[in-house]
């Protein structure tokens, strides 16, 4: 879940390019980029487009509306009958928000996971209440929408993201993972500015996140670049494994590496990285 590209319900064409553009994951999106008039539309793309998402093993996630919006009940509908890997409700603010959708989800025959989209200050306020309904509502990541949420904080514009919003993403990260979920960074709206964009997004991986949302497919290679350990860490994390795996440490709870002591939790933060840096591009 590196990269995450959102393409819009009503763009045949972007929906006919986007299993080959190489992205982790899509979001087929039925909410904020498919203006009013044009939502049937959208949903009958999605109709027709998830099931050959799936076919090609692209894992697919349709965004729906907020909860207390009136398109819901048809982009639930259009849930049930498409299938998606699983589907992303917006402006999640409360548990019983997400309790309310996932049993309207339930009702209409969708029975796979949910994403909940955490872009409002209530909605960061209660976001480890949110991840605590986890296992009861079969929700799978937390998805940051820093656009809304520097909104309603009421932000300047300029250096929004190093300045203010770092605090609150933070909270995003603890609660996924205190309830072992992913958890995905904001877009970034500049998708011409390569340097700033992979900047963004090397900070979101120091932060703690999985992966970042997308609004271009010019963003999806920057993004692999950027949650790719670099070669120094990839050395560190060989380095610990080597020592774990030496006959002479057999059974130690932590060893000598390069001047300090190493634990069992770093061999498996090591394993991780090498993991990460062996992921498809």
Known sequence: MRSVLFVPGDKPRALEKAAGLGADAIILDLEDAVAPERKSEARANARTAIPGFRAEDLYTVLRIAEPASSELGADIETAAAASPDAVLIAKIETPDQLSAVRKRLDDAGYAGPVWAMIETPLGVMNVEAIARQARLHSLEALVTGSNDLAEGLRLPENDQRR???????SRLVLAARAMGLTVLDAVYNAYR???????????????????????HPSQICPVHRAYTPSEAEQAWAQ???DAFADPANAGKGAVPVEGRMVEHMHLRAARLVLAAAHTKE
């Open 163 to 169: 300045q203010t919003l770092t605090p609150y993403l």
């Open 193 to 215: 500015d390569e340097a700033g964009f992979e900047a963004e997004a090397r900070q979101g991986r120091i932060l703690g996140f999985d992966g970042k949302t997308l609004i």
């Open 239 to 241: 380095t610990v494994v």
